[in-house]
């Protein structure tokens, strides 16, 4: 099976359609998202490196066919589809900066039945990818230098899901990840301690925290809120004295109140002079937990983040939209209420700091001062260049997010810049809008 | 590369610790909710035919031995792991059915390593297909018999989270789908109509909507809000009076105010003697938006849900835990604060309606009246009896979603019924509490 089936079913009778007709002429169709969910003041960029594996990929097989044939397509149309494949080109933001409602993520041009059939699962990709990127970039600002570790494979929407996850926030500056697979796949730091069921097993803390310490000599951190917190970090030392355990050590806190429980056990470790030892908090934070744990001074190193992380659960999904701008050489767009698209090929040129953008033609001359955001990374169907290394999209999301204004840094109430557009993109939507009527 | 390293680091650990230990007795972990979220007054078990088929697959291989030699296991971990499979028992409330919080959906029981393994990925699945299935029902029950439409792929969180929600969606009432991957992989009815690209590539409604029905006789809904709804569902009547147009036959609103455009769509369409045309509505509406064109009487035959059903919005995950109840043939439980778990294996009873039940010990006879939910599905590792037909799920969801209580049944406000728990069951968590002490 290719991948020509993981779409829509309009994509494959549009595709169809356009094909019979001998409607070849090359369209341009422009991702984006229309408006940012209330929460966020900024987006990240991210997906795209799933987008161009699949476009590789994408042509229409003949199991494919079979498939259409039952679902009822007739001879025609499955004739038109057959040898489909992506010969098209793809301008787009690099993965890992910051992007702003409007500013068009990826633009597909190619053949237009070839890019009416991406349509769903470029979507797919940059929503979710560029979902999940957001709100770990948003706990990194929350941690203010802490380590922060992805726990949330136990409850993303799915195994794919997980992956995106432990992938997007290591782009953002995540130290590890729990998620095995994806430290492999990824290349990422991956990292656990032992669950309460473990300390269960024994009956008994102790007992448990010396057969970890022995196993895993070296990776000691101890799960100490099984029976009563304060007695499981009494626990901990007594098993640290007893085994004469070395650092890397910690104590991991799942529950009840973090800050104050944090504060007892800083004390208790500090007087039994395990100033080494480090505190982890998990159990249900999110970023906006971590940034008043951390403001308020709650001596917490490192913080694992689970469900909340995993599933954006403050705005699970962006407004994101694939539309035609072009087509056979002529600007388009789409004028329903509330929906409507700017005509024409996009460039934002991007000035001193992340929103203080314009959002331009193609062909405009970059503004002084500014640089395109939007790049070539596949050509003729083929990728320009190789798959970059994650780092790669670390280090720019780190540029822009020491750049990036105050209003729209802030976790609550943030104000997400307005980004600028260009006089002759202006000029151009009002010309084809005239036209439409 | 088996399907060892999709989990949490911890997982291994502790795997490899029991195992190195000879620790070998078996345990049983629970599967459930801890307490609904705020919008949902019932929850609908799902994801357990892709739990069973993980299991059944699950197995340390050498690649992943490999893999883990790289991420730090020492030699005495590696080879406790070796070999490991899944060679446990699992009883499960079978997919369709309702179940409230504090109900186990699932319970392995197996020797404690391989039980603790299937943690985080048995969580994953259950928790990803039970969410979206709640999410699906509740559209079902908003649209009080008209049909409904997952047109969620192109915003869900990845490829596997789109399949989970064809799946669930069907298994709780949806006609059709637009994922064509997943109505080919589980056998649904697939369905699409146009883009608003396709009316621009033609730059005139008429050529477009002409064009689609000659390709796809039989199949023709028209998009009719590229431009304008009003002049769109013009051109819809023109193009079929022209072509003599058979049904099936409709038309889509994608944006406006649905509910106006709805009844001026339905009364021009009956002036012109087209009352077979039918109408849909999609475009960002979820359940409570259906709800409330069907009470408020608007003339729409179908509704495409998309994003917020794809994503769940209102509620993207649940408080899913795996807990361990038994190890060593000795009830065992939890005592965080706000994360008691009780002990003992369980089974659910239930009377004459969902909610109507007794949360009890597995091993307890019947109340007279109820049926027990939890089944036997896998026996030492086998799956008991071969993965049934989605139909057999949608049968028992339909069952339970007649006789639910109204206010469990609520979109707004719902109140989930609270369970009892049995004598027996209490009895022993105070035994279990009281030895903990």
């Not at 779409?7 to 422009?30: Q, V």
């Not at 004295?241 to 973090?258: C, F, Q, T």
């Amino acid at each position: 099976m290719g991948r020509a089936l993981l779409t829509d079913l309009y994509e494959l009778t549009m595709a169809a359609s356009y094909r019979r007709r001998g409607m070849d002429a090359s369209a341009t169709f422009s991702l984006f998202v229309r408006d940012l969910p209330p929460r966020r003041g900024f987006l990240v960029a991210a997906g795209l490196d799933g987008c161009l594996e699949f476009l590789d990929g994408l042509r229409v097989e003949d199991d494919d066919l079979a498939y259409l044939t039952l679902a009822g397509f007739d001879r025609a149309s499955l004739e038109a589809l057959e040898g489909l494949r992506f010969t098209g080109d793809v301008w787009a933001v690099p993965e890992g900066r910051m992007v702003f409602a409007g500013e068009p993520l990826l633009e597909v041009s190619a053949p237009i039945a070839e890019a009416q059939l991406t349509e769903t699962f470029l979507l797919n990709r940059i929503t979710v990818e560029t979902t999940l990127a957001s709100k770990a970039a948003r706990s990194v600002i929350a941690a203010d230098g802490r380590d922060l570790l992805d726990f949330s494979f136990r409850r993303t929407h799915g195994v794919d899901a997980a992956m995106a996850v432990a992938r997007t926030s290591a782009m953002c500056g995540f130290v590890a990840t729990s998620n095995v697979e994806a430290a492999r796949r990824y290349g990422l730091h991956v990292a656990g301690t032992m669950a309460h069921s473990y300390v269960q097993s024994f009956g008994d803390e102790r007992a448990a925290f010396r057969a970890f310490a022995e196993d895993f000599p070296g990776r000691a951190t101890f799960l100490v809120d099984t029976y009563d917190t304060a007695s499981g970090v009494e626990a901990a030392i007594d098993v640290i004295r007893e085994l004469g355990l070395e650092p890397p050590l910690g104590v991991r806190l799942d529950s009840g109140d973090i800050d104050a429980l944090a504060r007892t056990a800083r004390r208790r470790l500090d007087e039994e002079g395990l100033g080494e030892v480090r505190i982890f908090a998990s159990g249900g934070l999110d970023d906006v937990d971590v940034a008043r744990l951390v403001a308020g001074g709650a001596p917490i190193d490192g913080f694992g983040l689970g469900t909340r992380l995993g599933v954006s659960a403050d705005a699970p999904s962006l407004e994101t939209v694939f539309k035609m701008v072009e087509f056979d050489g002529r600007p388009s767009a789409k004028f329903s209420p509330g929906k409507v698209s700017l005509p024409g090929r996009k460039q934002v040129f991007r000035g001193e700091r992340p929103g203080d953008d314009v959002l331009a033609l193609r062909g405009e001359v970059a503004p002084p001062g500014t640089e395109p955001l939007l790049v070539p990374v596949m050509a003729r169907g083929t990728r320009i260049g190789p798959a970059e290394p994650l780092q790669a999209a670390r280090e720019r999301f780190e540029e822009d997010l020491e750049r990036l204004p105050e209003p729209a840094r802030r976790l609550v109430d943030p104000d997400a810049p307005r980004i600028r557009i260009s006089d002759e993109l202006a000029s151009l939507a009002g010309r084809v809008q005239d036209g439409a009527r």
